[in-house]
C-alpha cells in the first residue's frame, strides 16, 4: 500500500504545477512580455519610414537619448507642469477622499446598526456602475445649462463654465470618480477591529476623540494606507476622466501626454519613456502595497 | 458590534447619575448623527448624477440638461436610437460579446491557475502567485500601453481589435479569478481531495468530482465579476480596439461624449448599467448560496474588491 500511496503522490506533485502551467504562460506572454515591450520601445535607438521607433529587443542595442531626454525635461522643462499638476490633482483628490471616505466607512463598518446591509449595497454601487457612465452622468449636470448651474442659480450664484478646462472640477470629478475604491478597503479593515477593544478604551475614561486617536485610528492604519494606494495608483495614471471633464491642455495630467504620444502620432518611444517613468515612480507605491497585503496575509493565517 | 446604537444611551450604569450634565461630545453612547448625515448624503452624491442621466435616457427631447417630458424614443425606433443608429447597436454587441468571450476563457484559465497555485506549496508557486497579483495593482494605463505596443511590435498576428481586446480583458481577469477562488480554496483546506484520493479516485477525478463542485460558487462568482469588469474596461479596450469596427460601450461613450451627444447616449449607458448589475445580482446569488444569511455574501463581496 505504501507504493501505490507513494504514486499517488508523485503524481498529485506533478499535478498541480501542469494546472498553474497555462495561466502562467499567459501571464508571462501578455503581461512580463508586453512590460519587457514598453523598455524596448523607450530605449529604441532607430526609427522606421513613418518615424516610428523600432523596437531594441536586445538590451546591448538600448539606446538611453529618449529616455533621458524625457527624464530632463520632465524635471526641468515641457513636462515639468504636466507632472507637478497630476502630483497636485492626485493629492488634493485623495485629501477629499480620505476627508469624505473614512467617515463614510467608520459609520458604515461600525455604527450602521439595522441598516448595515443597505448602506453597503448602496456603496458598493457605484462599483458596479460603468466609470465612464459616473462621469458622463458629471457632464449632464455641469453643462452651462445644467442642474448645477441651476441650483447655484436659485441661490444667487451667477452660472459657471465648468467643463472647459477647470482644475475644481478634475479634482471633483477624480475624487467622485474613485471614492467608491477607497471606501472598501477601509470598510473592511474597520469592520475587522474588535469592538470590545474600543469599549475597554471608553471604560479606561478616555472619550470618543481621544478613543478614535488613539485607538481606531492605528488599528485602521493598515487598511487606510491600502485605501490610499489603491487610489492613488488609478489616479495619477488617469487621462480619460480629464478628457471628459475638461479636455483642455490647461489640466492635461501625465495620462493624457501618455496617450497622446502612444495613440495619437509616431513619437511611440516618448509615450513609452513617460510610460517608463511613471511606473517607477509608482513602482515603489505597488511593492509596499504588495508588501503589507503579503504580511496581512501571513498574519491572518 | 459595538454598543453605540444599542439603547443604554441614558443608562450608563453607576455614576452617570451623579454626574451633572455631560456635553454631547463626551457621551459615547449618542447616536452618531453626523456621521450618519455624513454618510447618507455621500451616497446621495455617488448615486443621484448617474439616476438623473438615467432619467434623461427617457426623455422626450433632444436636451440632456432639460426634462422634457417621458419617452421611449431613445431606446427604439426613433432616428439616432440605440436600436436604429449602428454604431450605437454595434458597440453594445461588440461589449457583450466580448464579455462573454472572456469569461469563456479566463475563468478555466484562472481556476485552473488557483488550484495549482494554492495546492502546489513551493518557492516556485509563491513567485509565480506574487506575479499573478501584479496585474491588479498596475495602473491600467502601464497595462493597457504595454499591450499596446508588444501587440504592434511583437505578437503582430494578433491584429488589433477583438483578438487583441479578448487577450487584454484575460490577462487582467485572470487575476481577479484568481483571488477569489484562491481564498475559497484556502478556506476548504485539502481534507476533501485527500479523502477522494484515499478512497480511490485519481487525481484528476478527485478535482473533477469533489473540488469543482466545493468551489462552484465561487467559480461562478468570479466569472460574473470577470464579466462586468470586461463590460467595464475603458483604458485596456481604447488601446487595443483598432478601428470603428471594434468599438465596446464604453469607448463609444467616451469618444461621443465631447461631441454634441443626444440622450440616446445616456440609453446605451443605462443598458450597459443594466448588464452589469445583473451579472453582479447573480454573483450576489452565486455567493449566497455557499453562506446562509443576509450580509454575508454583501460582505464577501467587498472583500473581493
Known sequence: MPDAKHGHDRETRRLWPALALPGTLWLIALFLVPTYAVMAVAFSGNINIFGEPIPAWNPLDWQFDTFLTVLSESVSGIYQAVWIRTAVYTFWALVICVGVGYPVAYYSARLAGKRRGLILALILAPWWINYITRMLAWVNLLQDDGYVNKLLGIVGIAPHSWLNGNSFTVVMALAYGYLPFFIIPLFASLDRIDGRLLEASRDLGLGSVRTFLHVTLPLSRLGLITAIVITALPMAGDYYTNTIVSGSPKTSMVGNQIELYLLQGPQKNLGASIVLLLSFVLLFFMLYYLFLTQRAAKDAR | ?305
Open chain 2, 1 to 305: 458590534m459595538t454598543a453605540v446604537e444599542t439603547p443604554r444611551a441614558q443608562a450608563a450604569p453607576g455614576t452617570t447619575a451623579s454626574r451633572k450634565w455631560v456635553p454631547p461630545w463626551r457621551n459615547p453612547w449618542r447616536r452618531p448623527y453626523v456621521l450618519a448625515t455624513v454618510t447618507w448624503l455621500y451616497i446621495l452624491w455617488s448615486l443621484l448624477p448617474v439616476l438623473i442621466a438615467v432619467q434623461f435616457s427617457f426623455n422626450d427631447g433632444r436636451s440632456r440638461s432639460t426634462w422634457q417630458g417621458f419617452s421611449l424614443q431613445w431606446y427604439c425606433c426613433n432616428e439616432g436610437s440605440v436600436f436604429q443608429d449602428p454604431s450605437l447597436l454595434l458597440s453594445l454587441k461588440n461589449s457583450l460579446i466580448l464579455g462573454l468571450a472572456t469569461v469563456l476563457v479566463a475563468t478555466p484559465l484562472g481556476v485552473m491557475l488557483a488550484m495549482g497555485l494554492t495546492r502546489w506549496r513551493s518557492r516556485t508557486s509563491k513567485v509565480a502567485n506574487g506575479i499573478a497579483l501584479i496585474p491588479l495593482v498596475t495602473p491600467e494605463i502601464v497595462v493597457g500601453s504595454a499591450l499596446y505596443l508588444v501587440m504592434v511590435n511583437l505578437y503582430q498576428f494578433v491584429p488589433l481589435g477583438r483578438p487583441a481586446m479578448l487577450l487584454g480583458h484575460v490577462t487582467f481577469s485572470i487575476s481577479y479569478v484568481l483571488v477569489i477562488v484562491r481564498s475559497r480554496l484556502l478556506s476548504i483546506g485539502g481534507e476533501y481531495e485527500e479523502a477522494g484520493r484515499d478512497l480511490g479516485a485519481s487525481s484528476l477525478q478527485a478535482i473533477r468530482t469533489i473540488l469543482v463542485p466545493l468551489l462552484m460558487p465561487s467559480i461562478f462568482a468570479s466569472a460574473m465579476i470577470v464579466f462586468a469588469s470586461s463590460l467595464d474596461d475603458f483604458v485596456v479596450s481604447q488601446f487595443l480596439y483598432g478601428d470603428a469596427a471594434n468599438i465596446t460601450v464604453p469607448i463609444k461613450l467616451y469618444s461621443a461624449v465631447r461631441a454634441a451627444p443626444t440622450p440616446a447616449l445616456n440609453a446605451l449607458a443605462t443598458l450597459l448599467l443594466v448588464g452589469s448589475l445583473l451579472a453582479l445580482f447573480l454573483a450576489y446569488v452565486g455567493l449566497r448560496a455557499r453562506k446562509r444569511g443576509p450580509g454575508s455574501a454583501l460582505d464577501d463581496l467587498a472583500d473581493y474588491g
